[in-house]
Structures are given as structure tokens and as C-alpha cells.
């Protein structure tokens, strides 16, 4: 079965930082890994994806992901943090059932950042 | 576009009780998943459906648990009797087709509280 781990329950940065919420994932084939993130009280929200192609994926809110072949990695990036990014972040790898798509999710890293 | 709808947002009841959670998901999306989300940890996905189908209900309490989609619209998930491990934030979302990685468009979810 395919599988993600984000190692850190909790990531903290200051406004204006560089920020990496990290991400390894164990697959059989290529991997299709996903980055997704849940604000208070809310559903879990699109950032951005990787299927084939540049190992640099960028997606919404000036977020960015770094594929890692070799690493088997998929850390999130952005180059400068704000407030209003604190929340839960989870990476997600697509399985297949049947032939039909479906995800599994890491446990998610909480980014805290600061004014 | 609207996003996914569920209710309620919020549910408290007694163990061994019975409770309903509704979604309607975003029109024309053939995909239809519920996740169940214990506090600390990711989305589980609970069952999925393409269309009025199931395609994957493995990890599904099936002693206590149901679901459908009729007409390959909205959906409903039943739990009865009710436990309190049970307790937990239920997601739906949508994707577009099952069948290729689309992205997914999650609800606000429904909150659960066991007593």
C-alpha cells in the first residue's frame, strides 16, 4: 500500500521566513502525491500536485513543492511566511482501487507562524 | 461554482444512539468519498462511491456504519449504534471522475461528539 509520513507534528516560523513543511512517501510505481491545507473549522483545501514532469510544482497561494526522487520526498515550500498561513498541512499519495483513484494522508503537520 | 454542502456542521449525541450525516457534492462530480478525521490525525477514507456505485467501502465499520448515494447525487452516512470512539470530524468531498488524479473539493465536515 502506498503511504506518506510528515515527521514533524508541528512547524514554527517567523513572518517573512522561509518556510518547509516536510514529506516522505513510500510507493510501488510512480508517485502521484498531493499537499492539501485545513483551516480552523473548515475542509481540508487543493494547494497543489505532482504527477509527472518538473520535480518544482507550484500551486496556490504562492506555495511551491519540491519533488525528491532519490529522497523519496515532497517537502512544501514557501518563500515567505505570513500569519495568515497558519494551519494544518497534510500530504496525501494517491492509491488505486479497482482502478479508481483514492487518497491516503499523513497525520499532518501544524505551521505556526509568528508576527 | 458551490462547494461541497454537509449537515449538520455539529452533532452531539449518547452512545448507542443513531445520527445521519448529509452531502451534496459539487454538481456534475462523479466521485464521492467520506473521511472520517479523529482529532491528530488524517482523513481515513471511510467509502467511496462512482456515481451510485461503490468502489471501495474497505475500510468501512460495516457492524455499524452505512452509506448510499441515490441517484449518484447526494449521500448520506449513518452510524448505529453509535461508540464513542466514533467521535471524530466526517468529511465528504468530490472529485470530478475517480478514475484519473483530480484533485478533490472537500465540505466543511460534520463534527461528532460521542457521550
Known amino acids: 500500500a502506498q503511504s506518506v509520513a510528515q515527521p514533524e507534528d508541528q512547524v514554527n516560523v517567523a513572518e517573512g521566513n522561509p518556510l518547509t513543511v516536510k514529506c516522505t512517501y513510500s510507493?510501488?510505481?510512480?508517485?502521484?502525491l498531493f499537499w492539501y491545507v485545513q483551516y480552523p473549522n473548515r475542509g481540508l483545501q487543493f494547494l497543489l500536485k505532482y504527477i509527472t514532469g518538473d520535480n518544482l510544482v507550484k500551486g496556490s497561494y504562492g506555495f511551491e513543492a519540491e519533488f525528491n526522487k532519490s529522497q523519496t520526498s515532497f517537502h512544501l515550500k514557501k518563500p515567505s511566511a505570513l500569519v495568515s498561513d497558519s494551519a494544518l498541512y497534510f500530504c496525501?499519495?494517491?492509491?488505486?482501487?479497482?482502478?479508481?483513484?483514492?487518497?491516503?494522508f499523513g497525520k499532518g503537520t501544524m505551521l505556526l507562524v509568528s508576527p | 461554482e458551490a462547494g461541497v454542502a454537509q449537515s449538520p456542521r455539529y452533532k452531539i449525541i449518547e452512545k448507542r444512539q443513531s445520527v445521519a450525516f448529509w452531502c451534496n457534492p459539487i454538481s456534475g462530480h462523479a466521485t464521492l468519498y467520506w473521511y472520517q478525521q479523529i482529532l491528530g490525525q488524517g482523513p481515513k477514507l471511510l467509502i467511496q462511491f462512482q456515481n451510485n456505485g461503490v468502489v471501495d467501502d474497505s475500510q468501512l465499520p460495516k457492524d455499524r456504519f452505512s452509506a448510499e448515494r441515490l441517484k449518484g447525487v447526494d449521500s448520506t452516512l449513518k452510524i448505529q449504534p453509535a461508540k464513542l470512539e466514533d467521535s471524530a470530524v466526517y468529511l465528504c468531498a468530490s472529485s470530478l471522475d475517480g478514475t484519473e488524479s483530480y484533485e478533490q473539493y472537500f465540505g466543511p465536515g460534520t463534527r461528532l461528539t460521542v457521550t
Open positions: 510507493v510501488s510505481g510512480n508517485p502521484y
Open positions: 496525501a499519495v494517491r492509491d488505486r482501487v479497482r482502478g479508481y483513484s483514492t487518497l491516503t
